[in-house]
Every structure is written in structure tokens, then in C-alpha cells.
């Protein structure tokens, strides 16, 4: 059974550019959640999907947007990038809330 | 306002010895959730505690909830180098305006 991938693994882009990430789930998952993780704020959630539609939200400023397709697959879109932005970006799905998360390797955002 | 204290921040033991990690949390919460990173790699979903009193084991690895007392506990039986990592837990709730929030992580070293 695949995991969970994660697509770039590593991205640099300069600010005030926009990014999108892709996270696939396994097969059967139809929740998606992502995390933002850096050596100062370190981890936080910053929001899930199921069956397409955004169920939570973290508190991220409005930069930061996601969605998901019918066969789960999410992106997530940061518009405006600011130095700040660079971290570890991590995705994770699960059978729903309350089940364990399987994570992907992450992607890795530098932003110069 | 949701906070998660993780302690010890460090924790560096004997190869054999056991030892517990705590998480205490300041609001009612729905879930708790037990992770492990491994450095430079993704995170690992290890249990999800769903109720007061819950208790799941993995390995030398137990973890328990006290929902009345707002702790949760990692212990660690007979530790062996390969439990070496940075151990979160994590706490969500739908009280309000919903909320994930990461405590700071404890960085373990099993020392062989």
C-alpha cells in the first residue's frame, strides 16, 4: 500500500512569489491535513480537508489557502511568500478525525 | 487560550532504564495524539487517545490519559537506542473555535 507522498520535496523560491504543494494520501484516506514546522514557532496545523471541503483551520493569515479534489488529492497555495514562510511542510492523511495521521516526507520551503 | 507544555525539553538516558515523559494542557480537549520525529524526517503518528483513562502500549512504549487532570504520559520501558528522537504530543478540540495545537516536543537520547 503507498504512503502518503509529498510533492516537491524541496522548493526555493524568492517573496513575494506564490508556491503550491501536493500531497496524495493513501488510497481509502479522505482526510488531509497539513502542518507547518520551523525551528521557532515549531510544529502548527494549518488545516483539513475532507470529501473536499475545508473541516478545520488553523491560524494562518489568508496567504495561506489549500483544497481538495474527488479522489482526495490536496494542494496547498501560499500567495505573497514572506521569508517567514520558509519551513517544513508537511501533509498527513487519515480515515478521519480521532484515527492515526500517516505523514509524508514533507516539502521543504525555502524562501530568499 | 489552548496550551500544551511538554517536560522534560531534554531528556538523555541509559540504555535499560525506564522513564515518562508529560504532557499537560490547559482546556478541555476531544483528542490526544502522541507523535515521534526522527531528525531530519517526517513525523510518525504513534497513538491517538480518545477518552479519560485511555491506554495504548506499542513496544516499550505506553501511553495514558488523564482528561480530569489534563496529562497525558509517554513511558518508556527498558529504553534502547532506537528510541532516540524528538517525542510531541498533541491536543485538538471542537470547544469554540476549533484548535491543534503541537506541544514543544522532548528531544530523547538513549545513551547505548
Same mark, same amino acid.
Not at chain 1, 470529501?51 to 496547498?76: I, L
Not at chain 1, 484515527?99 to 516539502?107: D, L, M, N
Not at chain 2, 531534554?10 to 522513564?19: A, I, R, V, W
Given at each position: 500500500?503507498?504512503?502518503?507522498?509529498?510533492?516537491?520535496?524541496?522548493?526555493?523560491?524568492?517573496?513575494?512569489?506564490?508556491?503550491?504543494?501536493?500531497?496524495?494520501?493513501?488510497?481509502? =484516506? +479522505?482526510?488531509?491535513s497539513?502542518y507547518q514546522q520551523t525551528?521557532?514557532q515549531g510544529l502548527q496545523f494549518l488545516?483539513? #480537508?475532507?470529501?473536499?471541503?475545508?473541516?478545520?483551520?488553523g491560524n !494562518?493569515?489568508?496567504?495561506?489557502?489549500? +483544497?481538495? !479534489?474527488?479522489?482526495?488529492?490536496?494542494?496547498?497555495?501560499?500567495?505573497?511568500?514572506?521569508?517567514?514562510?520558509?519551513?517544513l #511542510?508537511l501533509?498527513a492523511? %487519515?480515515?478521519?478525525?480521532? =484515527?492515526?495521521q500517516?505523514f509524508?516526507?514533507?516539502? +521543504?520551503?525555502?524562501?530568499? | 487560550?489552548l496550551k500544551v507544555e511538554q517536560?522534560?525539553? !531534554?531528556? %538523555?538516558?541509559?540504555?535499560?532504564?525506564? #522513564?515518562?515523559? #508529560?504532557c499537560n494542557y490547559?482546556?478541555?480537549s476531544?483528542r490526544l495524539y502522541w507523535y515521534r520525529q526522527?531528525?531530519?524526517?517526517?513525523l510518525?503518528s504513534? !497513538?491517538?487517545?480518545?477518552?479519560?483513562?485511555?491506554?495504548?502500549?506499542?513496544?516499550?512504549?505506553?501511553?495514558?490519559?488523564?482528561?480530569?487532570?489534563?496529562?497525558s504520559?509517554? =513511558?518508556?520501558?527498558?529504553?534502547? =537506542?532506537?528510541?532516540?528522537?524528538t517525542y510531541f504530543c498533541a491536543v485538538d478540540t471542537?470547544?469554540?473555535?476549533?484548535k491543534y495545537i503541537f506541544g514543544t516536543g522532548t528531544?530523547?537520547?538513549?545513551?547505548?
Amino acid at each position: 500500500k503507498a504512503g502518503v507522498t509529498q510533492t516537491p520535496r524541496y522548493l526555493i523560491k524568492t517573496r513575494g512569489q506564490q508556491v503550491t504543494l501536493s500531497c496524495s494520501p493513501i488510497s481509502g =484516506h +479522505r482526510s488531509v491535513s497539513w502542518y507547518q514546522q520551523t525551528p521557532g514557532q515549531g510544529l502548527q496545523f494549518l488545516f483539513e #480537508y475532507f470529501s473536499e471541503t475545508q473541516r478545520n483551520k488553523g491560524n !494562518f493569515p489568508g496567504r495561506f489557502s489549500g +483544497r481538495q !479534489f474527488s479522489n482526495s488529492r490536496s494542494e496547498m497555495n501560499v500567495s505573497t511568500l514572506e521569508l517567514g514562510d520558509s519551513a517544513l #511542510y508537511l501533509c498527513a492523511s %487519515s480515515l478521519g478525525q480521532g =484515527h492515526i495521521q500517516y505523514f509524508g516526507a514533507g516539502t +521543504r520551503l525555502s524562501v530568499l | 487560550e489552548l496550551k500544551v507544555e511538554q517536560n522534560p525539553l !531534554f531528556l %538523555s538516558m541509559q540504555e535499560g532504564k525506564n #522513564y515518562t515523559i #508529560y504532557c499537560n494542557y490547559s482546556t478541555t480537549s476531544d483528542r490526544l495524539y502522541w507523535y515521534r520525529q526522527d531528525p531530519g524526517k517526517s513525523l510518525e503518528s504513534l !497513538f491517538v487517545l480518545l477518552s479519560n483513562g485511555a491506554v495504548k502500549q506499542e513496544g516499550r512504549l505506553m501511553a495514558s490519559l488523564d482528561t480530569k487532570a489534563r496529562l497525558s504520559t509517554l =513511558h518508556i520501558t527498558a529504553a534502547v =537506542h532506537d528510541l532516540s528522537a524528538t517525542y510531541f504530543c498533541a491536543v485538538d478540540t471542537t470547544s469554540g473555535t476549533y484548535k491543534y495545537i503541537f506541544g514543544t516536543g522532548t528531544r530523547l537520547k538513549v545513551l547505548a
